[in-house]
């Protein structure tokens, strides 16, 4: 029985519920993580937010918040640091992010592994730690939160798709990133001894690995990080949202395109999109029907759920979206596609085409002009979701690690 995990993570993965839940349950020996609203940075983000007018990339900081006793986190802001260097400046290269990964393992390593007996790591992100844990003898649990291709297609979808010319920076990116995966990706699912993987859709996508061994896979779909005490659905009409931080592969061009249709027979139309979205974009003409909200916090953001007659998110490519699961929560219709990482046959959302812009705006007038459907669609998304609360992830999640 694995019961001093180390978690290793950049960012605040899954709003930090897999060190909560490791910690409720005393299995959690630490956290190893970058910059949090408690590293000397995140406290300076705290500053500028309280007296400045602060960029979303500094307001996020200040979220990063893990809720475990401050003695098992271990933190480290040179990664944030020459993150945010890179997007100031819009300069990335290979090396970079090679460095990246390597940063932060290194970091891990200086750490070292203490008295625990198993790393809980998320994807590629210090592989080279996991190797110097694995010759220590530790057990090792990979977090295989989406589908490793995922940067190529996305590529073609910026190639395929004129109006996004202007975010060649974003293709580099994107290029970088699928390169560094598949890189790492073999080693890694030959080194771990588990995979967790949230959606049958990642696990189709990973026979595509020589390594990749289906007897190691931990079905493990993720809990929401909002949940409602109770029933509360007060839908604005003809408001719909869109929530997310990275828009080219949550689909934000079919969201523009279906507006600019919908607003033509609803002019009070309000799509509002919440979440890191690139100024450039913002920007862009074809953008212009999409009403940009920002960054929210928790609380706002359960609001926006419960206010929308629908959450249309016309996903490309995910691992297990938690957004659907927050929209579930708060009872908000829901219109995506197959690539969400929900399983269809029984999550019941309207499902849609990728790329198929016809296909949204149909569905939005079906919820539209018909709020009986609506509210049928928000009670069985708010019963279906109490089966995906935190409670249960817990328990999965501690079931399975306590027979490694």
């Known amino acids: 029985m694995a019961n001093k995990i180390i978690v290793c993570q950049t960012g605040a993965r899954h709003r930090y519920l897999i060190p909560q839940v490791l910690e409720q349950s005393r299995m959690l020996y630490r956290l190893y993580t970058d910059t949090t609203a408690y590293s000397s940075l995140g406290k300076f983000a705290s500053f500028l937010n309280k007296y400045f007018r602060a960029p979303n990339s500094v307001k996020r900081l200040t979220r990063r918040i893990p809720n475990i006793p401050l003695n098992k986190l271990f933190t480290t802001d040179r990664l944030f640091v020459k993150k945010l260097i890179k997007g100031l400046f819009k300069k990335d290269s290979l090396s970079l992010r090679y460095l990246h990964y390597t940063g932060f393992a290194k970091k891990c390593i200086a750490w070292g592994v203490g008295d625990a007996d198993c790393i809980y790591s998320m994807y590629i992100e210090n592989i080279e730690f ?188 995910e691992g297990f979206a938690g957004t659907i699961i927050e929209a579930a929560s708060c009872g908000c219709p829901i219109i995506t596609t197959e690539c969400a990482g929900t399983d269809m046959k029984e999550f019941p959302a309207i499902y849609i085409p990728t790329h198929d812009v016809d296909a949204i705006v149909e569905s939005v007038e079906k919820i539209f002009e018909n709020p009986s459907l609506r509210d049928e669609l928000s009670h069985k998304v708010y019963s279906y979701s109490t089966a995906l609360k935190p409670e249960t992830y817990k328990e999965n999640l501690v079931g399975y690690l306590s027979k490694i």
């Open 130 to 317: 996991l190797k110097y844990a694995k010759s220590k003898g530790l057990k090792i649990v990979v977090d295989i939160y989406e589908t490793p291709t995922t940067y190529k297609h996305l590529i073609e979808e910026i190639d395929n798709n004129p109006e996004y010319s202007f975010l060649s920076y974003l293709k580099t990116r994107y290029s970088y990133s699928h390169e560094v995966r598949m890189h790492y990706m073999e080693d890694l699912l030959a080194l771990a001894d588990y995979y967790t993987i949230p959606s049958h859709f990642v696990i189709k996508s990973m026979n595509v690995f020589k390594n990749f061994d289906k007897d190691k896979v931990l079905y493990l779909p993720y809990a929401s990080s909002i949940t409602a005490e109770s029933y509360s659905y007060t839908p604005v009409k003809h408001r719909i949202i869109w929530v997310g931080n990275d828009p080219v592969r949550k689909g934000i061009l079919y969201c523009a395109k279906a507006a600019d249709i919908l607003k033509q027979k609803y002019p009070d139309l309000d799509f509002r999109i919440i979440g890191v979205v690139d100024e450039e974009l913002r920007n862009a003409p074809c953008f212009k029907n999409l009403n940009f909200i920002g960054v929210l916090n928790k609380n706002q953001l359960q609001q926006e759920y419960r206010s929308a007659e629908a959450y249309v998110f016309p996903t490309l490519f």
